[in-house]
């Protein structure tokens, strides 16, 4: 057994099936994932380096947990610590715990959290990409500035806020003590999510409080969201906890928005996802109103607070297995077959890997995980392999001498799915309206199909008689065949897959020169017109001087074409 015997499920947001492994596999497999996490883990917060972006840690971290379950080992669901530079170093406590954040894996797991606090006032805001910090105000001085750390306790970055000029050294009109949660971020005019990305701006923050002094010009760079004022009174509304903070300089309010159903969080997930704003963002978080005592808050995700990611743009998939692709012309595409992912909120089950070439340098295979990303907007194209199945699975590959663009004219063992793309090409270049591949493939069930101009031959009669045909399905296929009689030679040769040229190659004085004179030219004949090159005449002569091509263009003149021209 190995990595590669994983089912796949049918939806990217159903449970997946746990892989058939003896103890010893499962033992392997569960420890290369934790090393790859625990590498990407080591360069992200120690070395503010995000080696994979978070749609593709998370999937492994869900991976990792789905395993565990699967062989009874246990699930590590804790948040990872907003590490900077190493160990936490003469470690401040935090006066309340920051808890970290659950995260709804799809819009369906968000749906039903908000189905189950119909109860509740609910908050909407975009979640800042950036790092944590605790800020303690005491008669509306500021005392102390602590990043996350583990949630229990950070370093102490007092010196460092004092030049940040976001982070307000006195809150006027307050003599209480103050305690806020929020996120220091790389000021980015304009920055519009979709377009941009992260664009590094967490790890940039990282960097500049990881300096042992930070200028008034760095300073300036950082901006400061508040996110939570968890020991305001609990009989003050959020509202106007949110009228305090704008008051004291914060422009919470202005990205905090109250949210009921999943249509308008979807849309305020839209909104700021390809929006300009003034920071890098990474997904919405939605807020009860009404929370615990800060007392009971634990460093850990509450449940009454939840994440929702952008539309990941890349994401690791596992590979089921390994397809290839004939074309028309002989040009075999790897396919690998995938574990359901979600990218940019559309389902991907399947990725081409361009070429043989490209597949074998990469060396797929089913059971390994792979790093899928949308390259323009929507194709989606994998990049590398991230985990590699142990051990190897061989891979039925098709022999590449065996097509090419004079292959599979007719159909015999190997050539079924060059063939089809002949039919198709052939139907579409001649205008055969409604004839596409699902008709030629019901039409060679028939066992009459067995080379490209075999359909001349079926009537009215013979469509009907085809399962599920019905007397006015066959008769409009019977006229789009008929129609295709009535094309010029040249888009008959275009069908039959003759290289590309232009019509005056074909023609003489305006009109077709006949299959005979084209038989007849050699490769510096060919090569003689305007804009064919060497190439391209070797092609040509290649193809007019083919045996199965000389015979199918003899039945167009015996049953198509009278005296050079299109039959009536």
């Not at 006195?170 to 929020?182: A, Y």
């Not at 060059?418 to 066992?447: C, H, P, Y």
């Not at 065949?481 to 010029?488: G, L, N, V, Y």
Request: a positive charge; one cysteine or more.
């Amino acid at each position: 057994m190995g990595l590669f015997l994983v089912p796949p499920p049918s939806a990217a947001n159903e449970t997946p099936f746990c892989p058939d492994w003896s103890p010893f596999e499962a033992q392997q497999a569960l420890a290369q994932l934790q090393a790859q996490l625990d590498g990407w883990d080591d360069a992200y917060y120690s070395q503010g380096k995000r080696l994979v972006s978070d749609g593709v840690y998370d999937a492994a971290q869900r991976r990792k947990n789905h395993w565990q379950r699967c062989f009874d080992r246990g699930s590590d669901n804790t948040q990872h610590p907003d590490k900077i530079a190493g160990p936490l170093s003469q470690a401040v406590s935090h006066p309340i715990v920051q808890t970290g954040l659950t995260k709804a894996d799809s819009r369906q797991a968000l749906s039903r959290w908000l189905e189950d606090r119909q109860d509740q006032t609910l908050w909407i805001q975009p979640k800042v990409d950036g790092v944590a910090v605790t800020l303690i105000y005491a008669n509306g001085n500021l005392i102390r500035a602590i990043s996350r750390g583990n949630g229990r306790e950070g370093q102490d970055w007092t010196p460092k806020a004092r030049v940040i000029a976001a982070i307000p050294d006195r809150l006027r009109d307050t003599l209480e003590q103050v305690i806020l949660q929020g996120e220091l971020y790389l000021r980015r005019s304009g920055h519009v999510q979709k377009r941009d990305g992260t664009a590094g701006a967490r790890a940039d923050v990282i960097g500049l409080m990881a300096r042992q002094r930070l200028t008034t010009e760095d300073g300036d760079r950082i901006g400061l969201f508040v996110w939570d004022w968890p020991n305001a009174s609990p009989n003050e509304t959020f509202s106007k906890r949110l009228e305090r903070l704008a008051d004291w300089g914060f422009d919470t309010r202005d990205y905090t928005f109250p949210v009921k159903d999943i249509v308008t969080v979807a849309k305020w997930r839209q909104h700021w996802y390809r929006q300009a704003l003034p920071f890098a963002t990474d997904g919405i978080v939605v807020r009860q109103a009404q929370r615990p005592p800060p007392a009971t808050w634990q460093a850990k995700p509450p449940d009454w607070a939840i994440a929702w990611k952008h539309p990941a743009r890349q994401s690791l998939a596992l590979v089921n297995g390994i397809d290839f692709s004939i074309g028309r012309t002989g040009r075999i595409t790897p396919v690998a077959r995938l574990s359901p992912v979600e990218l940019d909120d559309r389902i991907v089950r399947r990725v081409s890997l361009g070429s043989l070439d490209r597949w074998q340098e990469l060396d797929v295979r089913p059971g390994d995980q792979v790093m899928i990303e949308l390259a323009g907007l929507t194709i989606p194209h994998l990049t590398s392999v991230v985990l590699s199945a142990k051990p190897r699975v061989s891979v039925a590959v098709p022999q590449a001498q065996n097509y090419h663009e004079l292959s599979c004219l007719e159909l015999i063992d190997g050539c079924q799915q060059q063939f089809l793309a002949r039919l198709v090409w052939l139907s579409k270049t001649l205008g055969m309206n409604g004839i596409g591949e699902g008709v030629w493939r019901k039409l060679l069930k028939t066992d009459r199909l067995n080379t490209l101009l075999d359909w001349l031959t079926f009537d009215q009669s013979t469509l009907h008689a085809l399962p599920g045909v019905g007397t006015r399905r066959a008769q409009q296929w019977q006229a789009a065949f008929q129609t295709s009689r009535k094309q010029p030679p040249f888009l008959w040769l275009r069908a039959l897959g003759m290289p590309k040229v232009s019509q005056e190659v074909l023609s003489e004085n305006g009109s077709f020169v006949g299959i005979a004179a084209l038989e007849q030219r050699s490769k510096t004949q060919w090569q003689a017109w305007k804009g064919i090159g060497p190439s391209k005449a070797t092609e040509l002569a290649a193809f007019f001087h083919d045996p199965f091509v000389q015979a199918l263009l003899q039945r167009l003149d015996n049953d198509v074409w009278v005296l050079g021209e299109p039959a009536t």
